[in-house]
């Protein structure tokens, strides 16, 4: 059964540290609008969170999810296929994995959903950390651990895998979600590789979508610094687009 839409009490446009409410805490330096006129499984991750966790996300974390999860104004897919958020460390970036990933797989049945992190050692460590968050408040969801066989499965067919950063890793699959974590640590090469891995099955689905987050990089962290250059251009232009983009941090300066 797919979850219902419903509406979000966020603010109805946000671009800068001006249109930040103070009490959310500090304010993105770069971050796409919400758009009133679509609705939003925002609301629905908020709430899978809180049943989860026994915790509200924190305001940073519902904002991003409002505008993430956006559907398109056809009903027909997501607004954004691809999202990159951006944070310092101890901000609850791996706490989002978990309600995302419930949220997808129980979305629909026989949804796919994956993650993967800097190696596959990292990756099945993100996947169990979420997968023991979910198990916990759902009894009836089973997290099967076997090396290299790593998942969690859900009574609907949906299942959770880790994978690790190489190429072909997600041949043959069709996923509704792709987690790419520490996103800095991957070279211009290793995109590549990643993206023509995965990268065309997840967007030929209208309900696929690739979710990355990182914390701040090096000037080798090649996949990360070609999307915040593109993130921030396209959250400047203003111009409608299928990439939401999300930045906290200090200035360089």
């Known amino acids: 059964m797919t979850a219902a839409l419903v509406g979000v009490a966020s603010p109805p446009r946000m671009i800068g540290p001006r249109e930040w409410p103070a009490s959310w805490g500090p304010a ?33 974390q519902r904002y991003t999810w409002d505008v ?64 023991r968050t979910i198990c916990r408040a759902q009894p009836e969801v089973r997290m099967l651990v076997s090396t290299a066989h790593e998942r969690t499965l859900w009574p609907n067919g949906s299942s959770f895998r880790p994978f690790a950063p190489k190429e072909g890793a997600l041949d043959g699959e069709t996923p509704a979600l792709a987690q790419v974590d520490e996103l800095w640590a991957f070279d211009a090469m290793q995109q590549d590789l990643m993206e023509q891995s995965f990268a065309p099955a997840i967007f030929m689905n209208p309900w696929g979508q ?38 906290w941090g200090i200035p360089e300066g």
């Open 68 to 131: 993430s999860l956006e559907v398109r104004a056809d009903g027909q897919g997501w607004e954004h296929p691809e999202v990159l958020k951006t944070i310092q460390r101890q901000s609850g970036k791996s706490f989002e994995q978990a309600p995302l990933t419930g949220q997808r797989a129980a979305m629909a049945p026989d949804s796919s959903i994956f993650i993967t992190a800097q190696s596959g050692d990292k990756a099945v460590s993100r996947w169990a950390v979420a997968s």
């Open 28 to 60: 993105p330096r770069w971050a796409t609008p919400r758009n009133p006129e679509l609705k939003t499984y925002g609301p629905v991750a908020a709430r899978y969170c809180k049943a989860i966790t026994g915790h509200d996300p924190h305001p940073h």
């Open 210 to 247: 690739l979710i990355k987050t990182s914390t701040a990089g090096t000037e080798r962290s090649g996949w990360l610094n070609a999307d915040r250059e593109r993130g921030r251009a396209v959250v400047e232009s203003g111009a409608p687009s299928s990439f939401a983009y999300f930045e």
